[in-house]
């Protein structure tokens, strides 16, 4: 079955220290994405990749650093320069954004808690 | 600014109480608007994609409509398993990669 899969699904970071979130896709999909949920809140953008060796700082970038360095994979590192990274992370896919109606498939999502 | 405000926040149903949730967007050019389910700790669930203004389309016991500036998400006779969190999202012209997400409609549907 294609999809996206997140790993892992529970993660805890104590303070200082990096972490990072995989996230991996079947899908063929050319562009991947990561959003940050908080309650209340509506997912907000943190990077975003449209081909290989190529990423983008979204809405909410600093603290956070990412790496595509192969189609079907997009990790998130959160640094210890994010003062608040407990949340729900969430990657998403897409075919191509540059076309109008493109959807995003999301994956299951990491929920990370500092310690 | 480019904003999707979602309501209600949370609406409580019977079971077989028709409902509709609404989403209202203010963008610069429409390219897609998007329904999502989300169940509890979990990512959100591909619904639907709407196009043009006037397009309509169908799942099961829920249907979404689109007009120039706002969609619906019309539930009829819901079930307990269609609780959850629906979420909006819309595909702005002004930026490629630009989506943009509302908060959600929380709902639970009670047997």
């Known amino acids: 079955d294609g999809g996206i899969t997140q790993s892992p699904k529970y993660l805890f970071r104590k303070e200082g220290q990096n972490v990072t979130l995989s996230c991996e896709q079947n899908?063929?999909?050319?562009?991947m994405y990561w959003y940050r949920q908080d309650p209340g809140q509506g997912l907000r953008l943190i990077y975003y990749?449209?081909?290989?060796?190529?990423?983008q700082k979204g809405d909410i970038a600093e603290g956070y650093s990412v790496s595509r360095e192969k189609k079907e994979s997009f990790p998130l590192t959160v640094t210890s320069a994010q003062k608040n990274p407990t949340a729900f992370y969430l990657c998403?896919?897409?075919?191509?954004?540059?076309?109008?109606?493109?959807?995003?498939?999301f994956g299951p999502g990491t929920r990370l808690t500092v310690l | 600014e480019d904003q999707v405000t979602q309501s209600p926040e949370a609406l409580r149903l019977q079971e077989g109480e028709s409902s509709s949730l609404n989403c209202s967007y203010t963008?610069?050019?429409?390219?897609?608007l998007f329904w999502y389910r989300q169940d509890p700790g979990k990512g959100p669930e591909f619904l639907f994609t709407l196009y043009s203004a006037g397009e309509e389309k169908e799942k099961e016991r829920l249907k979404a409509t689109l007009t120039k500036k706002e969609s619906f998400l019309h539930i009829t006779a819901p079930k307990p398993e269609d609780s959850a969190t629906y979420l909006c999202a819309v595909q702005a012209s002004a930026g490629t990669y630009k989506y943009i997400f509302g908060t959600g409609t929380r709902l639970k549907v009670l047997a």
């Open positions: 998403a896919s897409s075919i191509d954004p540059g076309t109008s109606g493109d959807t995003q498939y």
């Open positions: 990749s449209q081909i290989v060796n190529d990423f």
């Open positions: 963008v610069s050019g429409l390219r897609g």
């Open positions: 899908l063929n999909h050319d562009a």
